[in-house]
């Protein structure tokens, strides 16, 4: 089973944009990694995060006018790294995460793959 998986894992994706969403998991796809979910609402992002395997998840901050907080929150019960994209800056993180990592939108494919190594090999440690 473990053959059938590309070398750089799986992403749980969270973005409310349907274009910068296939945007982005194309980027990851051509990165190496697979889709495991993609959720654009926040409802959605919760039940998925509670029940998919993943390796990491990239979560865009701002939902549909929700904060994603508590996507957040169970992607950190459980442990899984994860890297928020937005639009705002490290100041438009929920507070309680301004030390995660975070991709400034919009971003290029090697900015990425570079937030990904680098978030992948500290969770690593």
Do not use: C, H, W
Request: glycine share 6%; proline share 6%.
């Amino acid at each position: 089973m473990t053959a059938t998986r590309p070398p750089g894992g799986s992403v749980f994706l969270v973005e409310d944009e349907v274009m910068i969403r296939m945007m982005v998991a194309e980027m990851l796809e051509e990165l190496g990694y697979s889709i495991a979910a993609e959720a654009g609402e926040i409802n959605e992002a919760i039940r998925l995060a509670q029940s998919t395997e993943f390796d990491l998840a990239i979560l865009d901050v701002n939902v549909n006018g929700k904060v994603i907080s508590p996507v957040a929150d169970l992607i950190k019960a459980r442990n899984r790294p994860f890297i928020f994209a937005t639009g705002y800056g490290s100041s438009g993180l929920p507070e309680e995460y301004r030390d995660r990592p975070a991709l400034q939108k919009p971003f290029q494919i090697e900015t990425l793959a570079r937030m990904i190594d680098n978030t992948l090999k500290s969770t690593a440690a």
